[in-house]
């Protein structure tokens, strides 16, 4: 069987086959711990990463790590995502995001429930940065709606909420980018597929049940370039 099923297998077997190819020496099918932090360099290389193209050969592990690569292939079949970043917890995920996409003079709209790391992200790091955040009960679309405004340029779901479990049914739609964070144990990965441009994780509470790992990963959905160049009319 291919070791890289496409989107004609089912999430079960995604869940045990994609990105996990055979290894390219030694033919071992199941995936090597790569322990290596540095790798084979060109001499030309450029200790920046940026404009590392996609597809440059590994470098730095904080970079990129063929073990976790193969987690994040496996995390991006999965959620039926464009691309998949993994980070050592789930705030490092949610920061992330924050991070890459809102800068001075932007408008953040977020659940008025969130877990309380994000709370406290949004009650003072962001507004200390020049970042205004408006608080919505995300599942009344209409008030998320209202809260729109020319700057807005991410438009956050948590669901379900932490600690109320409240739900957001869809991403609200708001010609930004739309993102959205879970607190499931065994819950679903489709959050790319209900229309959302972006989404982070806990992996820790998502896969482990809180027992024994903490990781978080964050997804590159469908339609994240135009919405990230757009904001509201
Ligand atoms: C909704 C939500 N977001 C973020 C986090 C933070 O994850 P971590 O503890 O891995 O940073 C949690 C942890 O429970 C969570 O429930």
Known sequence: MKKSPDNTYGLRTKAVHAGELPDPNTGAS?????????????????FSVEGLPADAPFFYTRWGNPTV????????????????????????AISALFF??????????????TYAATAEL????????????TKVDMSDLDAVAAAITPDTRLVYAETPCNPILRLTDRYPRCGCVGACSRRTVGGRFDLCHAGGHASASPGGRFCAAFADQISGWAWRCGGWGAARARRAD
């Open 30 to 46: 199941a995936p090597n711990l790569v322990m290596s932090t540095t790798y084979l360099a060109d001499p030309e290389a450029n």
């Open 69 to 92: 690569r193969q987690l994040e292939e496996k995390l991006c079949a999965l959620e039926g995502a464009e691309a998949a970043v993994a980070f050592g917890s789930g705030m490092a």
């Open 100 to 113: 890459a996409l809102l800068r001075s003079g932007d408008h953040l709209v977020i659940s008025d429930v």
């Open 122 to 133: 949004t009650n003072d790091l962001l507004p200390g940065l020049g970042i205004r955040i």
